[in-house]
């Protein structure tokens, strides 16, 4: 069997670097990324374990207010903030699924970097694996998370 008849497209297609264009478009990704962090990282978390986004000119949430509930998204902004300094149990207490945002941006930024510099398809390959089960994963993930910020905001959970 000749070496050509073994190479499948496929793999010949994840053997090759990336294009300038798509390393100049991982580039701008990871940039933004790493701007991300370095927002959350400048922020003061709030004590209250959410409304750390007011700092930045966004109005608090109008739920705990109106439904006296937090919303799915409450505490992520403090999370982000806790992670990116690096308090990552105070993080996780803050609003667990944006501790698992945080990580996975810090993760993105660190993969998608070395993947504009050397044109690696690391990034792809890693992609490539995210199918239905990850986002229903996710999903649950994010109403579990819900779920405990309700809980911490009820005052059920110190």
Request: hydrophobic letters at 55%; aromatic letters at 10%.
């Amino acid at each position: 069997m000749s070496v050509a008849s073994t190479s499948s497209p496929v793999a010949t297609r994840q053997r090759a670097h990336l294009s300038i264009r798509e390393r100049l478009v991982v580039a701008a990704l990871s940039l933004c990324a790493i701007t991300l962090l370095s927002v959350a990282a400048w922020l003061q978390p709030a004590s209250a374990g959410m409304g750390t986004h007011t700092q930045l000119g966004i109005p608090a949430c109008s739920w705990p207010a109106t439904i006296g509930l937090p919303c799915p998204s409450c505490g992520m902004t403090t999370a982000f903030a806790l992670a990116a300094d690096g308090r990552f149990f105070d993080s996780f207490r803050a609003q667990p699924i944006g501790f698992l945002l945080a990580l996975a941006t810090a993760g993105f930024a660190v993969v998608s970097s070395y993947a504009a510099l050397t044109g690696s398809r690391m990034l792809s390959a890693i992609t490539d694996k995210i199918g239905g089960r990850f986002w229903w994963f996710f999903g649950a993930a994010i109403l579990l998370s819900w779920g405990y910020k309700m809980l911490v905001f009820g005052g059920l959970i110190a």
